[in-house]
C-alpha cells in the first residue's frame, strides 16, 4: 500500500510560482501513474498532471500546459509539480495521487488510485 504525504501549498501573487512535493512511501511499482488534480470550491476535481514513475510518460491538462512541470525523484520518492505563471483560477486544493489509468490518452483514477491528503494553494489577483 502506498501512502502519500503533500507539502508546499501557500498564498501567492498571481505571476508567481510555487512547487508542490508529494513524498511517497510504501510499496510503489516502476509502472505506476502518479498524478495530480486539484479541487476549485464548488467545483469537482479536475485533471492536472500526470507522469508515469519509471518512463518517458507525461500528461498535462490544457489549462496548465506551458506553466506547469511534473516531474519525479526516485532516488527520494517524491513527484514535483513545479507550477508557473499562476494565474487566481488556479487556486484550489491540490491533491497527488498514485497508480492512476491512462484510457485513450486520458488519465483517469480508478478504484486502486491513493490520494493523499491535499494542499491548498491560493493565488491572489
Known amino acids: 500500500q502506498v501512502q502519500l504525504v503533500e507539502s508546499g501549498g501557500g498564498l501567492v501573487q498571481a505571476g508567481g510560482s510555487l512547487r508542490l512535493s508529494c513524498a511517497a512511501s510504501?510499496?510503489?511499482?516502476?509502472?505506476?501513474?502518479m498524478g495530480w488534480f486539484r479541487q476549485a470550491p464548488g467545483k469537482e476535481r479536475e485533471f492536472v498532471a500526470a507522469?508515469?514513475?519509471?518512463?518517458?510518460?507525461?500528461s498535462y491538462a490544457e489549462s496548465v500546459k506551458g506553466r506547469f512541470t511534473i516531474s519525479t525523484d526516485n532516488a527520494k520518492s517524491t513527484v514535483f509539480l513545479q507550477m508557473n505563471s499562476l494565474k487566481p483560477e488556479d487556486t484550489a486544493d491540490y491533491y497527488c495521487?498514485?497508480?492512476?489509468?491512462?484510457?485513450?490518452?486520458?488519465?483517469?483514477?480508478?478504484?486502486?488510485?491513493?490520494w493523499g491528503q491535499g494542499t491548498q494553494v491560493t493565488v491572489s489577483s
Open positions: 507522469i508515469r514513475w519509471r518512463g518517458a510518460m507525461t
Open positions: 495521487a498514485a497508480d492512476l489509468n491512462v484510457v485513450a490518452g486520458i488519465v483517469v483514477p480508478t478504484s486502486r488510485t491513493t
Open positions: 510504501g510499496r510503489i511499482f516502476s509502472s505506476y501513474v
